[in-house]
């Protein structure tokens, strides 16, 4: 009997730990086609400093714009990841907004941290 309650604590414990792992793990798929820019952008966006966007930056930052721009949907999980980070790590959302002009790169939708996602075409 003892060993049936064990049994029973550890499958829901099991389950617990499955559901967690999952949202996690959809939450970072979802954002997988953002991540280009947001790694190679981190020193960037986390600086003061007015220097221009390194290269890798650049390079990133339009990989994941055109990765992003597949359907409605994409551009506005592109966002809705772009938002996150921004908050998560205090970026400025000035800086995160001005990005696709200092590289040069003319986005097809709105690249901003401080929109609503849903306006997204």
Request: hydrophobic share 35%; net charge positive; glycine share 4%.
């Amino acid at each position: 009997m003892e060993e049936k309650k064990v049994m029973g604590f550890v499958m829901l414990i099991a389950l617990i730990l499955g559901v967690m792992v999952t949202s996690c793990e959809s939450k970072y798929v979802k954002c997988a086609k953002a991540s280009p820019l947001l790694v190679n952008c981190v020193p960037y966006f986390g600086s003061s400093r007015t220097w221009p966007p390194p290269k890798i930056c650049c390079e990133g930052a339009a990989q994941a714009i055109r990765d992003s721009n597949v359907n409605t949907e994409s551009r506005r999980i592109f966002c809705e990841c772009l938002k996150s980070y921004t908050a998560f790590y205090h970026f400025d959302p000035v800086r995160v907004k001005g990005l696709p002009e200092k590289c040069n790169i003319t986005p097809s939708f709105p690249v901003d941290p401080l929109m609503d996602c849903n306006s997204i075409p």
